[in-house]
């Protein structure tokens, strides 16, 4: 007897209908398991960002001979409160501390940074971004600065790119005197910008430096930032941060010329990590025929949080002497 025809009769005995049934079933489970593993794989090679939450303030610490400083604890909003503005920015647990210059008054010694800046902003060393303000170049070649964090700062020259999630971070150097070629059109960094963000696939871009473009405080717009500020615009940039302004200001999106534009760039001016505010009204600077703000406040210390998606951003300013509370919100689109 041959043996291999009662089980090939016994296979003739199952119906077609249910053998279809049971390979098609069998092939939607294989199906199913290959598209887990391919997920799993795409998902370990291309991750998708979430959520990083980001605090940015300048013009921090105080000077050391201040004689506010001591009493900085019970201070009134007009003086030194570089502390207990450190305190809030801890508490929010941020991913990133976007410094935006002026991090240590009045002379930023090796030892200020040591017993001022340290204690308090300090805490948040291993997750900053320094931005180079004027007050970093008081000590030559801003070497305090760059030995204090190190490397954190990723290019000596003050400007380069990192990314945060799903954005593109540019740190620029406002310092137009320092930097080797200044800021205008044609300057290295200009150049090095254009080239940066040209190569730059994704939608959301955030900029930060020190100077604001445009400002109602006590120093007034900065047009030395203006080629800077053009090429982000001509790139689709959504964000600019910038301090050396002791005050809190926000700007709708606005084009190069400082005209309300939907496809603008919006600007943040967050001077108030600690050193004392002042108000602008008895300065030439104020109502000088620039831009308006959306939201200004001259009484606050107070830090800038930021929650950057992958697709968007919302922001808040928590206020110091307004209880921590949120003071300015809002959200916004990349485009």
Avoid: K
Wanted: with cysteine.
């Amino acid at each position: 007897m041959d043996p291999v025809r009662p089980a090939r009769a016994l296979g003739a005995l199952v119906p077609a209908r249910l053998r279809s049934r049971r390979g098609g079933r069998a092939a939607a489970a294989l199906l199913a398991v290959l598209a887990l593993v391919l997920g799993w794989s795409l998902s370990r090679c291309s991750p998708v960002p979430g959520t990083i939450r980001v605090v940015a303030v300048g013009d921090m610490a105080c000077d050391p001979d201040d004689p506010d400083m001591t009493a900085a604890g019970a201070a009134p909003g007009d003086h030194c409160r570089h502390r207990a503005v450190s305190d809030l920015a801890v508490a929010l647990r941020p991913a990133v501390l976007l410094g935006l210059g002026d991090f240590q008054y009045e002379l930023p010694t090796s030892e200020a940074y040591r017993t001022v800046y340290g204690p308090s902003f300090g805490r948040l060393r291993e997750r900053t971004v320094p931005v180079f303000g004027n007050q970093e170049y008081r000590v030559q070649e801003a070497s305090t600065f760059t030995a204090y964090f190190g490397d954190r700062v990723r290019d000596p020259r003050g400007y380069w790119s990192q990314e945060l999630g799903g954005w593109h971070l540019v740190v620029l150097n406002s310092n137009c005197g320092a930097v080797a070629g200044g800021c205008g059109e044609g300057s290295p960094q200009q150049e090095w910008l254009a080239r940066d963000l040209a190569a730059y696939d994704g939608r959301c871009v955030l900029a930060a430096w020190h100077h604001p473009r445009w400002s109602n405080g006590l120093a007034g717009d900065d047009p030395r930032t203006g080629a800077l500020f053009r090429t982000l615009y001509d790139h689709g940039a959504e964000l600019v941060l910038s301090g050396h302004e002791a005050d809190y200001e926000r700007f709708g999106p606005l084009d190069p010329d400082g005209r309300p534009d939907e496809r603008g760039v919006r600007q943040f001016v967050v001077g108030t990590g600690g050193q004392a505010h002042y108000r602008p009204e008895a300065t030439a600077a104020a109502g000088a025929g620039g831009p308006a703000g959306e939201f200004a406040d001259f009484d606050h210390h107070g830090v800038l949080e930021l929650e950057l998606d992958p697709g968007g951003w919302r922001w808040r300013f928590h206020a110091l002497e307004a209880g921590r509370a949120v003071t300015d919100e809002g959200e916004g689109a990349c485009r």
